[in-house]
């Protein structure tokens, strides 16, 4: 190589470095900026922090005395609660005292309904006893009469009832009745039948036994008077008690509902007798019929 290429060399060595040291001062002065630049954006977000921070502090206190308000008022609730729960138990207390104070008066209180269910259910056996024992003495008071339908009364009847009873009597069969055999006749406060009492139980028997020799005759056969006044047939039939009257309506309103026939009365007893003319019920009060009702 020549002097003159190794000059020559030098040289472009020499404007290399020189366009290198060129670019690294432009490098510097754009790092000198950029740091500027940073330095700027640092300060200003030192601001902008430094002012958040500030809010944060504040914000932070506002939040502080704010739980201290809760806390507070948490404390004054919880105290009150506690009162008012001291107050419940107390009151409780009182109630449970007051219950069992209630409750041991209701238990006296059932007992005594009890024992007043007892005493009033044992009176109305009593009274039903009564009731029955009246009404079979009321009903063997009437054990000697009979009562005799079927002839109406009219303005001109002459003939006593007494008269009238031996005039029934001669047109049964097989039936002496003398007048001292009636004790007493009389028609009913409607005037449409007549009670007859007899003076023994023999003629009272042998005149209701003669009954059924009465189907084919007439009340114009006691006395012409009677023709159109009364009932087609006479009938005799036995005297009940008031009760017993009741029950023998309640009895036949039954038995037709139900289709039942055979419906009699003998010696003061209301009887159902089937077709084998057997006895099927017998009743003497109310708790008979129910008995029977309960069959059907």
Same mark, same amino acid.
């Given at each position: 190589?020549?002097?003159?290429?190794?000059?020559?060399?030098?040289?472009?060595?020499?404007?290399?470095? /020189?366009?290198?040291?060129? +670019?690294?001062?432009? %490098?510097?002065?754009? $790092?000198?900026?950029?740091?500027?630049?940073?330095?700027?954006?640092?300060?200003?977000?030192?601001?902008?922090?430094?002012?958040?921070?500030?809010?944060?502090?504040?914000?932070?206190?506002?939040?502080? +005395?704010?739980?201290?308000?809760?806390?507070?008022?948490?404390?004054?609730?919880?105290?009150?609660?506690?009162? &008012?729960?001291?107050?419940?138990?107390? !009151?409780?207390?009182?109630?449970?005292?007051?219950?069992?104070?209630?409750?041991?008066?209701?238990?006296?209180?059932?007992? %005594?309904?009890?024992?007043?269910?007892?005493?009033?259910?044992?009176?109305?056996?009593? $009274?039903? !006893?009564?009731?029955?024992?009246?009404?079979?003495?009321?009903?063997?008071?009437?054990?000697?009469?009979?009562?005799?339908?079927?002839?109406?009364?009219?303005?001109?009847?002459?003939?006593?009832?007494?008269?009238?009873?031996?005039?029934? @009597?001669? $047109?049964?069969? #097989?039936?002496?009745?003398?007048?001292?055999?009636?004790?007493?006749?009389?028609?009913?406060?409607?005037?449409?039948?007549?009670?007859?009492?007899?003076?023994?139980?023999? &003629?009272?028997?042998?005149?209701?036994?003669?009954? =059924?020799?009465?189907?084919?005759?007439?009340?114009? %056969?006691?006395?012409?008077?009677?023709?159109? +006044?009364?009932?087609?047939?006479?009938?005799?039939?036995?005297?009940?008690?008031?009760?017993?009257?009741?029950?023998?309506?309640?009895?036949?309103?039954?038995?037709? @509902?139900?289709?039942?026939?055979?419906?009699?009365?003998?010696?003061?007893? /209301?009887?159902? /007798?089937?077709? #084998?003319?057997?006895?099927? !019920?017998?009743?003497?009060?109310?708790?008979?019929? +129910?008995? =029977?009702?309960?069959?059907?």
């Amino acid at each position: 190589m020549s002097d003159s290429d190794k000059l020559d060399l030098i040289l472009k060595g020499q404007q290399d470095l /020189i366009t290198s040291h060129n +670019e690294l001062k432009l %490098q510097q002065q754009k $790092l000198v900026q950029s740091n500027a630049e940073i330095n700027t954006r640092v300060v200003e977000l030192e601001k902008k922090l430094g002012g958040d921070i500030e809010s944060v502090k504040i914000e932070a206190l506002e939040l502080k +005395e704010e739980i201290s308000n809760v806390d507070q008022s948490c404390k004054f609730n919880f105290t009150q609660t506690s009162k &008012a729960i001291q107050e419940l138990e107390t !009151a409780m207390t009182f109630n449970n005292g007051t219950n069992n104070e209630l409750h041991d008066k209701m238990k006296l209180q059932e007992k %005594q309904i009890v024992s007043l269910t007892r005493d009033v259910n044992m009176l109305r056996s009593q $009274l039903s !006893a009564e009731v029955v024992k009246r009404d079979s003495l009321e009903q063997q008071g009437r054990r000697w009469q009979v009562e005799i339908s079927g002839l109406k009364h009219y303005e001109e009847e002459q003939a006593c009832c007494k008269s009238i009873v031996t005039k029934i @009597a001669t $047109l049964m069969r #097989d039936v002496p009745l003398e007048l001292s055999d009636v004790d007493e006749a009389h028609r009913t406060y409607n005037k449409k039948n007549i009670i007859v009492q007899f003076s023994n139980r023999t &003629a009272r028997d042998r005149f209701s036994a003669g009954r =059924f020799s009465l189907k084919n005759i007439g009340p114009d %056969q006691v006395d012409a008077n009677y023709q159109g +006044e009364g009932l087609d047939y006479i009938f005799i039939n036995e005297v009940l008690s008031f009760d017993r009257r009741a029950l023998l309506y309640k009895v036949k309103t039954f038995c037709k @509902a139900h289709g039942i026939s055979g419906v009699r009365v003998e010696k003061g007893l /209301i009887k159902v /007798i089937d077709k #084998d003319e057997q006895i099927n !019920a017998t009743f003497r009060n109310e708790s008979d019929l +129910e008995r =029977f009702k309960s069959r059907y």
